[in-house]
Structure formats: structure tokens, C-alpha cells
């Protein structure tokens, strides 16, 4: 187990560069998932730590050894591929073990260890079959294994879930975690669904356009998103961004949404914006569960506005309500019994406290 | 009303499938009318020459119906059978033949790994210009290459010439550019993750390609193999070129030329010695066909 390191790292491919320095520092038995939109260079980067992919520029480092020049099986990790990958003329077992069988391991202690990946991952009775025998989320399992098995520095995960069902995918979900409770190697996990990503990460990596937009755990990314591309990338639904500005009002800082509605901040909200330009044009992001029914209990920083709805989606636990506000489409989420009905007017409460406010032009939380 | 549409209704249920299933009917018929009609194309020379190896010199001069044998006998194959040059070509056809697929598998595989996997300056366009040796018939190569083999035998001294192992270097030029093209198809077709997979856990190039890509890719090294052994087993203007001696010769030419003496033509012998001859490459595609027809990368990946 080792600690993985990337120091201004760069991939490029003739004129386009995928990947534009990216610096990272992964601990010992960390977690890492880095989740972004196609062609984010989350792959890439990947890659270029399993040694399957040159570096442009850049250090990669594992367990504090430049690995920049090292080939992939001298990298001591092992990789688990979307598509499982799995060689197709071998049984599981021979799958498991066949890094094992190639570094000339002692018969005894590669069945020892293919068994207890086996037993570890509840694949002991498909050790003699075929991968075309098995179904995806065993395949899965067994790709695991053959990780496992090698006991490497680090694992690398590549959307090892993204050709599962649903259903299958949030049980694999909690295998990998289980996985990483017991083992405790490093990884490094790659995938495009935020859910995945929230789930399994002790730290998560929003990458976009080739560059790290934030770094943080699950509920700091959630919590406190440092630009637009974050927030709107972290939830589902996705944060809402209404177009507002800032105006003051009697001494107190107001934020007006549209020429009829406007709502005074809370006194902390109102402390930390006030130095901010009155001219400037700026979003207003909340999240839908901030969006909610009005009722008679209201607290403190809670503003209460009229709309009429257009959309609902009973989801069970909860309904989605949509609406627009000059144009901008708006999701909230109201209780299933609150009596939101497509096209009839609502009144709804917006939860200021938890409000965001950005820089419509540089994307910036300020 | 309701009784007319019951009346119509009733004779419209007997045709039970509905018309997706009357069409594949139809399809169906035809499909088999074209393939008695190919069956019957393609098997009646094998079947006159069964026929005619059957008879006698006598009978076959003899202006008897060509189709049925009335005195069968089995002298054209026991003479054949035990005439010591006969079996001299059979013998010259089988070495050259399986020592050709040797040496074109021992080319062709890393040849069609390196350009398929080994992303390297040019390789596409190699891969290309291996294709394009092919198309070049050997009806134009024979004179030059006869040329660059004496050459070769003035300058070694070695005798090349009118040797049987000549043909060791000459059929590889038409083996080697297609068995590689149609490797490189194969091996283009598995999936790059496996050997990505390989490489990580330990595998150098030359264990990915024995331990994985050929076990992998075993369907098309069988076609390869069966196209290498039919195209060397069947070469006729090269061995004919190069090789005159009669204890040099393979079985097409060596039919040809010892059975058909000035215009005297033993056709019993020859339809014999042609039948005897078909046998190895039928035998072959007998046996290898169900792995020719398998799909073995099945389960490498997802679906």
C-alpha cells in the first residue's frame, strides 16, 4: 500500500490537451473518486497513473517513486476495467491468478490467495467457470478478484459499474466498499455518475475540461461547492441557479430575483455579501430540498413567494415540483401530501440560509 | 354482420404463423432450391471422377455411358497406391505443405500482433502494404523470383533450383501478406482492455500474445492455417516452374506430368491421383470446422 502523488501533470494528444496539469495527493488507503462529464480527462488521468498511458508533462508519483518511466507491471497496482476484461479461455481461477502464475508465485500461496479473494468477494463456487458462464455483476466480482489477488499498492478502478443494471449497480456499490473496508489499498476510482461517486468517496475530484474543479469529501462538495460547475454538478436533482443581483433596501441587504419578488438576506448571509458590487450580475443557487411548501411554522431566513406550478413528479417519498421564474427553469421538492398539482398555483418557501451566491460571469461561489 | 366477420375470421385462422412466418416459408424454400442447385454444381466433378477412377482403361475408351461403371475395379488405386513416385509426390506435397503453414504461422502471428497492437510510425500503412503483396499474381512473380533464386544459388552455391525445398521459400510469398492480413482482422477484433489487463498484471508482449491473444484469437489461426495449408497443398505454377526432376515434384504437377505422357492421357489414373489428393485438405476442413465456426471471445468483455 502506498501513498499516489500527481504533480502538474499534463496529457496531451498532438494539439488537444486532454488532461492540463493536474496536482493531486492521494493518503495511504484512501478512497478517491474522480467523476466528471465525458472527456473531463478523468480516464486519462487514470491511465497515466496505471502506466497504460504516456505523461505529456508532469510527475506521477507512487509510494514517493517517480513512476513517470515505469512499466505497468512494475507499478505494483492493479486495474479494474469497465468492461471487466476478463480473459475469455480461463476460468475464474486462472483468471484470478494468472498476474500471480506470470511473477512465478509458489503453488500453495496463489490458491491460498485466489480462495480467500474467492471467499472475500462470495465467488467460491464459480472458481472453475468461464467467464461467458457468468453474468455481469459475477464477471464484476471476479475482475475484483483478480485485483485483489495481486495485492498491490494501489487499485484503479475505471466506471467498473457503468455496464451493470440499477439494481445491480448500487448492490456492486456496497460490495466495493465493503471491499475497502476489509483490504484497505489505496484507490483510485474512476466514474461519471455523482451518486457513485458521493457514495464510495472518502475524498472526491471534480474534474472538468482537463483541470481539478474541486477537491473535497462528499458532504463539503455538497455543502459547499467552490464554483457553479460543482454545484451543479453534485445532486440530483441539480442546484437550481436563478439570475439575481444584490440591492440595499431601508439598511438591509436585499436580493431580488424578479421585478416582484425580492427577499432580504439573513443578518450572516447579509455580513458576508455585503462588500460585494451592487452592480455585478449574480446567481442565486439553492438547491431543490431548499425549495420547499410554505407552512405556518416558518423560520427565521425563510422567504415565502407565489408561482404556479408546471410540471410535478411524484417521486414517493417526495414530489418535484417545476416551474419558471423569468425563463429559468426551477426544481423544488415538497411533501407528497402538500397538494402540488401540474398547472395550479403554489406558494413556496425558499431557504435563504441555505442559499449560494455566484459570479455569473467567472462561475465563481463567492 | 357479426356472423359474416366470424365467417371471415375462420378461414384466415388456419394459416397459423401470420405472414412474417410465410415469408421465412418462402425464404426458406429457395435457400435449399439454390443449395440443391450448388450441391449439384459443385459435387458432380468429384463424382465423375469417382466414377472414372472406378473403371478401366478399357472402359473408359470404351464409348459406355460415362455415368455408371459396369466392371468396377480398384487396380488405378492399388497401382497408384504402390507405385513408389506416387507416393513420392504425396510425400513431397505433405512436407512442403505442413512446413509452409509452420513457417507462415511462425511470420504471420507476431506480424499481425506488432501491427495490430504496437501502435509504431507506419503500421497502418505496413499493414496496408502487406494486403497489397498479396494482390500481386504470381503469374508475374514466377520469372523474377527465378531469376533472384539462381542468383542466390550462383552467389551460395547452394542448389535451389529443381529442389523440392525450394518451394519452402517461394510459398510463403503468398501465405504470409494474407494469413497476417486476416490475423491482424482477428486480433484488431479483441478487445483492448484485455491486453491492457495482461500488460498490468505482468505480462510481457510475448506472453499477452501466447497466452492470451493466440488462445483468444484460435478461430482465425485455424482459418489461417486451413488457407496456408490449401493455397500450399494446391500451388500448381510455381512447382511447376521450379522444380523438374520427377523425384522433386508435388502431387498436381506431379500428376500432370508422369500420368499425362505425350497425348496419351491415363484418366483413370489421374481422376485417381486427383481424388487421392483432395482427401488431406477435406480431411483437414472436416476436422477443423467447428473451431473455425466458433466464437471464443465470448465472455471476454460485457454481453
Known amino acids: 500500500m502506498a501513498d499516489v ?205 482537463g483541470k481539478i474543479e474541486q477537491i473535497g469529501t462528499p458532504n463539503e462538495l455538497y455543502h459547499k461547492p467552490a464554483t457553479r460547475f460543482v454545484a451543479g454538478f453534485i445532486g440530483s436533482p441539480a442546484m437550481n441557479f436563478i439570475p439575481c443581483r444584490l440591492e440595499d433596501a431601508g439598511g438591509t441587504l436585499q436580493i431580488r430575483l424578479t421585478d416582484r419578488i425580492a427577499f432580504a438576506l439573513p443578518p450572516a448571509r447579509a455580513a458576508r455579501y455585503n462588500a460585494l458590487p451592487r452592480t455585478d450580475k449574480l446567481l442565486l443557487g439553492l438547491r431543490p430540498e431548499h425549495l420547499t411548501e410554505s407552512h405556518a411554522h416558518l423560520g427565521p431566513g425563510v422567504e415565502t413567494f407565489e408561482t404556479v406550478l408546471d410540471v410535478t413528479e411524484p417521486m414517493g417519498m417526495e414530489t418535484l415540483v417545476y416551474f419558471g421564474l423569468e425563463g429559468t427553469p426551477i426544481c423544488g421538492r415538497v411533501d407528497p401530501n402538500a397538494g402540488a398539482k401540474d398547472g395550479a398555483p403554489m406558494r413556496l418557501a425558499m431557504d435563504l440560509n441555505n442559499m449560494h451566491l455566484l459570479n455569473e460571469a467567472t462561475g465563481v461561489v463567492l | 354482420m357479426s356472423t359474416l366477420a366470424i365467417d371471415k375470421a375462420g378461414p384466415s385462422r388456419k394459416i397459423k404463423y401470420g405472414s412474417m412466418s410465410r415469408d421465412r416459408t418462402w425464404a426458406l424454400r429457395w435457400s435449399y432450391f439454390f443449395l440443391v442447385l450448388f450441391a449439384i454444381f459443385f459435387l458432380t466433378p468429384p463424382i465423375y471422377m469417382l466414377i472414372t477412377s472406378l473403371k478401366s482403361s478399357a472402359e473408359i475408351s470404351a464409348a459406355t455411358n460415362p455415368w455408371w461403371v459396369f466392371h468396377p475395379t480398384l487396380s488405378n488405386y492399388v497401382e497408384l497406391l504402390s507405385s513408389n513416385q506416387f507416393l513420392r509426390f504425396f510425400w513431397n506435397s505433405s512436407i512442403v505443405s505442413i512446413v509452409v503453414v509452420i513457417i507462415t504461422m511462425l511470420i504471420s502471428i507476431p506480424a499481425a500482433f506488432a501491427l495490430a497492437r504496437m501502435k509504431f510510425w507506419g503500421s497502418a500503412t505496413l499493414a496496408t502494404g502487406v494486403f497489397l503483396t498479396y494482390l500481386i499474381p504470381d503469374s508475374l512473380l514466377f520469372i523474377p523470383l527465378f531469376k533472384v533464386l539462381g542468383m542466390v544459388q550462383d552467389i551460395t552455391g547452394i542448389t535451389l533450383l529443381n529442389r523440392w525445398y525450394v518451394l519452402l521459400f517461394i510459398y510463403p510469398t503468398l501465405t504470409v501478406p494474407f494469413c497476417t492480413w486476416i490475423m491482424i482482422g482477428y486480433f484488431a477484433s479483441i478487445p483492448k482492455e484485455l491486453d491492457e489487463a495482461a500488460l498490468i498484471d505482468g505480462a510481457s508482449w510475448l506472453q499477452t500474445l501466447t497466452r492470451i491473444f493466440i488462445p483468444v484469437a484460435l478461430p482465425g489461426l485455424i482459418a489461417a492455417t486451413i488457407f496456408a495449408f490449401t493455397v500450399s497443398w494446391a500451388q500448381f505454377l510455381y512447382p511447376l516452374v521450379f522444380t523438374t526432376s520427377v523425384d522433386q515434384l508435388v502431387l498436381p504437377v506431379g500428376i500432370t506430368t508422369t ?29 477443423l470446422m467447428d473451431y473455425y465456426i466458433a466464437g471464443l471471445t465470448a465472455g471476454a468483455t460485457k454481453g
Not at chain 1, 502506466?51 to 510527475?59: A, Q, T
Not at chain 2, 505425350?262 to 491421383?273: E, K, L, P, R, S
Request: hydrophobic content about 45%; proline content about 4%; aromatic content about 6%.
Open chain 1, 5 to 209: 502523488a500527481l504533480r502538474k501533470v499534463v496529457k496531451r494528444y498532438d494539439d488537444v490537451e486532454a488532461v492540463r496539469g493536474i496536482d493531486l495527493d492521494i493518503a495511504d488507503h484512501e478512497f478517491i473518486v474522480l467523476v466528471g462529464p465525458s472527456g473531463c480527462g478523468k480516464s486519462t488521468t487514470l491511465r497515466m497513473i496505471a502506466g497504460l498511458e504516456d505523461i505529456s508533462d508532469g510527475d506521477i508519483m507512487i509510494g514517493g517513486d517517480v513512476v513517470n518511466d515505469v512499466p505497468p507491471k512494475d507499478r505494483d497496482i492493479a486495474m479494474v476495467f469497465q468492461n471487466y476484461a476478463l480473459y475469455p479461455h480461463m476460468t475464474v481461477a486462472e483468471n484470478m491468478s494468472f498476474g500471480l502464475r506470470l511473477k512465478h508465485y509458489p503453488k500453495a500461496e496463489i490458491k491460498a490467495r485466489v480462495t480467500e479473494a474467492a471467499r472475500l468477494l462470495d465467488i467460491t463456487d464459480l472458481i472453475d467457470r468461464k467467464p461467458k458462464q457468468l453474468s455481469g455483476g459475477q464477471r464484476q466480482r471476479v475482475a475484483m478478484g483478480r485485483a485483489i489477488v495481486r495485492n498491490p499498492k494501489v487499485f484503479l478502478f475505471d466506471e467498473p459499474l457503468s455496464n451493470l443494471d440499477a439494481k445491480l449497480r448500487v448492490q456492486m456499490r456496497i460490495e466495493i466498499k465493503k471491499v475497502h473496508q476489509k483490504v484497505r489499498t489505496t484507490t483510485v476510482y474512476v466514474t461519471h455518475d455523482q451518486v457513485e461517486a458521493m457514495t464510495l468517496a472518502d475524498r472526491v475530484v471534480v474534474m472538468n475540461k
Open chain 2, 259 to 287: 500420368l499425362i505422357k505425350g497425348d496419351v492421357f491415363n484418366w483413370g489414373q489421374i481422376m485417381t491421383g486427383a481424388l487421392l489428393g483432395a482427401a488431406p485438405p477435406l480431411i483437414i476442413y472436416a476436422f
